[in-house]
């Protein structure tokens, strides 16, 4: 697909309908379940292992806080699924390490959207913008996906969301239409990404991240398959699984991944038969 053109969103769509689904949800707020995390919790003798990893991080942190220390720990809580903990991990990490160098801002930022804490969401956008837009890498495409999604979660059908959209769109297209290629085929949560390759991706950052001290362009490279394999494991599980019963993230359920003929009713990110991506709304 190298050389595509980018993906285009169709002006003069009406409103966007309110679907039973949606209204049913609003009006059971009060009880809403759990936000889903984007990948399914460990089970069984892999669940027994992170919580025993979690433990050791949580006596050396008690001992001595560690910026990363507190990142291992945020994510081993967040495939847990215990994301209150993930949130608070990270925002003492971001405390110690004001900068950033380890980047902590490209897990906290999809957890906040899983959380439904939109606001938060923004200001962490607002805050690492400049250094997003000068270095870009995978931090910048984090919050390239961020803001496309919030923008999708704010969207009523009027024209001047539809253009925020559709700018979100373009500039995430423009830096990687690898990840928003995978951010959609596993945006139900049902990543096809095997697990160790994920992991290794993670650990090699990590690494070079650690060696770099913020000194370095991050790896790996922005643009590229490997960062977009990352960004689409920190975001599946946004537009829910129907077939699994899973809820979308909170107030993400309008941002589905699917064909405009099989969803009547919301703004859909398809892959289109050209085969460019397009945001749609039939």
Not at 170 to 198: I, R, T, Y
Not at 238 to 247: I, P, V
Request: charged share 25%.
């Amino acid at each position: 697909m190298p050389g595509a053109s980018k993906g285009s969103f169709k002006a003069g769509t009406p409103k966007r309908a309110t679907s039973q689904k949606k209204l049913s949800k609003a009006a059971q707020s009060s009880k809403a379940p759990a936000p889903t995390i984007a990948k399914p919790a460990a089970h069984g003798g892999k669940r027994a292992l992170l919580e025993g990893r979690a433990s050791l991080l949580v006596k050396l942190v008690t001992r001595k806080e560690s910026a990363l220390n507190l990142l291992s720990l945020a994510q081993i809580y967040v495939d847990l699924e215990k994301v209150s903990k993930a949130k608070e991990a990270l925002e003492r990490c971001l405390a110690l390490d004001p900068t950033d160098a380890l980047q902590a801002r490209c897990l906290l930022a999809p957890l906040l959207l899983n959380l439904g804490e939109q606001d938060e969401a923004e200001q962490l956008l607002q805050r690492w913008q400049a250094a997003d837009v000068a270095t870009l890498g995978v931090a910048g495409a984090t919050m390239l996906c961020t803001r496309l999604l919030l923008a999708l979660a704010k969207w009523e059908g009027d024209d001047e969301g539809e253009a925020r959209c559709q700018a979100a769109f373009d500039a995430a297209f423009a830096h990687n239409w690898h990840a928003l290629l995978l951010v959609c085929a596993v945006g139900n949560g049902d990543s096809p990404m095997p697990e160790g390759l994920v992991a290794d991706l993670r650990e090699r950052r990590l690494e070079a991240l650690k060696k770099a001290g913020g000194d370095a362009p991050p790896w790996p490279g922005a643009g590229g398959v490997a960062e977009a394999v990352l960004l689409s494991e920190a975001f599946a599980g946004f537009a829910g699984s129907e077939e699994e019963q899973e809820e979308a993230w909170p107030d993400l359920d309008g941002a589905q991944v699917t064909a405009a003929q099989d969803q009547p009713f919301a703004p859909a990110m398809v892959i289109a038969s050209d085969p460019h991506p397009t945001l749609t709304q039939p």
